[in-house]
Each structure stands twice: as structure tokens, then as C-alpha cells.
């Protein structure tokens, strides 16, 4: 099963607790964090009118463009400890398996904040933390953190009402979802 087929009930979720005027979209401009070569970009643009990808490696924003490229997509080449301005404000802010990317924890806090200075109001946050052992994820050149953890940095930084789905399996790789809106 494809993981945005495993987070279409949290979207639902997000819909009852978080009410947002119902139309086609759920969300106007959703920004995808570590986008890669935009494996998400047809979900994402199913449930949100504008999307923008942004990854550190350029050649999967080149990827991602030549697949997808179209007027409701931009793509950015950033790293999410240091997003750039131009972006603008989100409604919402989806990640997956790209937070535990940002290994050292003054970037990590770092990225928690700018997050919140991305999104609307009434923003939300989506994410998917890919719940593999310390040693896969060092080779990965990643960090092992809890949902516990994820939750008390984003709530320093004004997220709240977090809806978390622990142990959501897509085929052999198990992860944690995290949703939160900005309050």
C-alpha cells in the first residue's frame, strides 16, 4: 500500500477536528520538505491547489520538475534548517522521512521554528517519521527520534492539537505520523 494511501484517514481526521472551508482542495499551497524526485506530488496536488517541493539535492528537484513540472508546482533547492524567505505561507506542511535527515539538534530545532514561520494561521503539519532502528538510520546518515520528541519541539514553537498514528506499516517500513496545527 502506498503511504498517502495510509495517511487519507488522518486527512480525514484533520478534516473533523481542524474545519477549514470544504472545496475540491482541502488545502491552497502545500510545501513538501525534502520532495526528492516528487514521489508525493500527485497526492499532495490531490488535496491541495498549489504545491511546492523543496530538497537539498538539485538533481532531484531537476527530477522532480521534468516529472511534474507544471503551473501549480515550483520546486526549491534548500535544506530544511535553512528554508528560504521567497517561499511564502503554507497551509499545509508535509514531510516524510525527511525531518530525521537534519542529524544535528540546533539544526533540527532550527528547522521546528522556520516551520512555523512558513505556514498560515491555521496551518497544518503533516509528518511521516519512518520508525527504523538506530543502526539503519545511521546509515542513512539519520536520526532515531520519538513522536514524543518530534511533539515537544514543534509545541515550543506554537504547534498544538497533535493527531499521532504510531506503528502504520507500508509494506516492510513502519512509521509514525504526525499531524499538528498551528495555533
Same mark, same amino acid.
Given at each position: 500500500?502506498?503511504?498517502?494511501? *495510509?495517511?487519507?484517514?488522518?486527512?480525514?481526521?484533520?478534516?473533523?477536528?481542524?474545519?477549514?472551508?470544504?472545496?475540491?482542495?482541502?488545502?491552497?499551497?502545500?510545501?513538501?520538505?525534502?520532495?526528492?524526485?516528487?514521489?508525493?506530488?500527485?497526492?499532495?496536488?490531490?488535496?491541495?491547489?498549489?504545491?511546492?517541493?523543496?530538497?537539498?539535492?538539485?538533481?532531484?528537484?531537476?527530477?522532480?520538475?521534468?516529472?511534474?513540472?507544471?503551473?501549480e508546482t515550483t520546486f526549491?533547492?534548500?535544506?530544511?534548517?535553512? *528554508?528560504?524567505?521567497?517561499?511564502?505561507?503554507?497551509?499545509?506542511?508535509?514531510?516524510?522521512?525527511?525531518?530525521?535527515?537534519?542529524?544535528?539538534?540546533?539544526?533540527?530545532?532550527?528547522?521546528?521554528?522556520?516551520?512555523?514561520?512558513r505556514a498560515h494561521g491555521?496551518?497544518?503539519?503533516?509528518?511521516?517519521?519512518?520508525?527504523?532502528?538506530?543502526?539503519?538510520?545511521?546509515?542513512?546518515?539519520?536520526?532515531?527520534?520519538?513522536?514524543?520528541?518530534?511533539?515537544? *519541539?514543534?509545541?515550543?514553537?506554537?504547534?498544538?492539537?497533535?493527531?499521532?498514528?504510531?506503528?502504520?506499516?507500508?509494506?516492510?517500513?513502519?512509521?509514525?505520523?504526525?499531524?499538528?496545527?498551528?495555533?
Open positions: 500500500m502506498a503511504v498517502w494511501e *495510509l495517511v487519507k484517514p488522518l486527512i480525514a481526521d484533520m478534516r473533523r477536528v481542524w474545519p477549514r472551508p470544504q472545496d475540491e482542495h482541502f488545502f491552497n499551497r502545500v510545501l513538501d520538505l525534502g520532495c526528492g524526485s516528487g514521489r508525493f506530488i500527485p497526492f499532495l496536488l490531490s488535496i491541495a491547489n498549489e504545491y511546492v517541493g523543496v530538497d537539498h539535492a538539485d538533481q532531484a528537484i531537476k527530477v522532480a520538475d521534468t516529472r511534474f513540472g507544471c503551473p526549491f533547492q534548500a535544506v530544511i534548517s535553512d *528554508l528560504p524567505r521567497e517561499l511564502g505561507k503554507f497551509d499545509l506542511i508535509w514531510s516524510c522521512a525527511a525531518m530525521q535527515h537534519v542529524v544535528d539538534p540546533a539544526d533540527f530545532e532550527r528547522a521546528c521554528d522556520q516551520l512555523a514561520d491555521d496551518g497544518a503539519f503533516l509528518l511521516l517519521h519512518e520508525n527504523s532502528t538506530p543502526a539503519q538510520l545511521g546509515r542513512n546518515h539519520c536520526q532515531p527520534r520519538s513522536p514524543h520528541l518530534y511533539m515537544a *519541539l514543534l509545541k515550543k514553537t506554537g504547534w498544538a492539537n497533535f493527531l499521532v498514528r504510531s506503528g502504520v506499516r507500508d509494506g516492510d517500513d513502519t512509521y509514525s505520523i504526525i499531524a499538528a496545527v498551528l495555533r
